[in-house]
């Protein structure tokens, strides 16, 4: 069965830095694309970054690039966010998403974590 | 950016009717086309890809039609389950997914 735990979510101010991480169980992990996708409060989806899954090739979207960083550590089933540079427009759950098999559509979802900005 | 839209925003139907959810993209997406669907407080659930095809688990009254830029999502004889809101998601432009609004499906 496959399962994304997501955690790291939190409050933090405005400028802030945070770490969201995803460990994954169920398939295998390194076959497959991995991507965070948020949610902000009341509203719909919104693609923040995928990763490969070999991890060499990275995207963002235009919202997060320069200030989030995706990576992930193969030999221990985990996926990152690296946050900087928050701002209240970051304010949102965040879910972790695995693709399916080539480059298609996102198939399992986390249960998601909360970022708040706030000071 | 592939810009999704879906209609109606909300739409109220009984249990048991057939509820018809539609998504429209700005271009051609072939039939890279996702649906999922999420119920409050939870996260979202793949319920169909490559515009026809029901992932794993998912009910027979489920059925996705369409290509290119229009789609469609039936629901043939709605539960109590199926009150949720619903997005679709275009992956043509893989990795830059973008997904629909949503359509809220409530109970009339």
């Known amino acids: 069965e496959v399962q994304l735990l997501e955690s790291g979510g939190g409050l933090v101010q405005p400028g802030g830095s945070l770490r969201l991480s995803c460990a994954a169980s169920?398939?295998?992990?390194?076959?497959?694309?991995m991507s965070w996708v948020r949610q902000a409060p009341g509203k719909g989806l919104e693609w923040v970054s995928t990763?490969?899954?070999?991890?060499?090739?990275?995207f963002y979207a235009d919202s997060v690039r320069g200030r989030f960083t995706i990576s992930r550590d193969n030999s221990n089933n985990t996926l990152y966010l690296q946050m900087n540079s928050l701002s209240a427009e970051d304010t949102a759950v965040y879910y972790c998403?695995?693709?399916?098999?080539?480059?298609?559509?996102?198939?399992?979802w986390g249960q998601g974590t909360l970022v708040t900005v706030s000071s | 950016e592939i810009v999704m839209t879906q209609s109606p925003a909300t739409l109220s139907v009984s249990p048991g009717d057939r509820a018809t959810l539609s998504c429209r993209a700005s271009?051609?997406?072939?039939?890279?086309l996702a649906w999922h669907q999420q119920k409050p407080g939870q996260a979202p659930r793949l319920l169909m890809y490559?515009?026809?095809t029901r992932a794993t688990g998912v009910p027979a009254r489920f059925s996705g039609s369409g290509s290119g830029t229009e789609f469609t999502l039936t629901i043939s004889s709605l539960q109590s389950e199926d009150f949720a809101v619903y997005y679709c998601?275009?992956?043509?432009?893989?990795?830059?997914?973008?997904f629909g609004q949503g359509t809220k499906l409530e109970i009339k």
């Open positions: 169920g398939f295998t992990f390194s076959d497959y694309a």
């Open positions: 998403a695995k693709g399916g098999s080539g480059n298609s559509q996102v198939d399992y």
């Open positions: 990763i490969s899954g070999s991890g060499g090739s990275t």
């Open positions: 998601q275009q992956y043509n432009n893989w990795p830059r997914f973008t």
């Open positions: 271009e051609s997406v072939s039939s890279k």
């Open positions: 490559g515009a026809s």
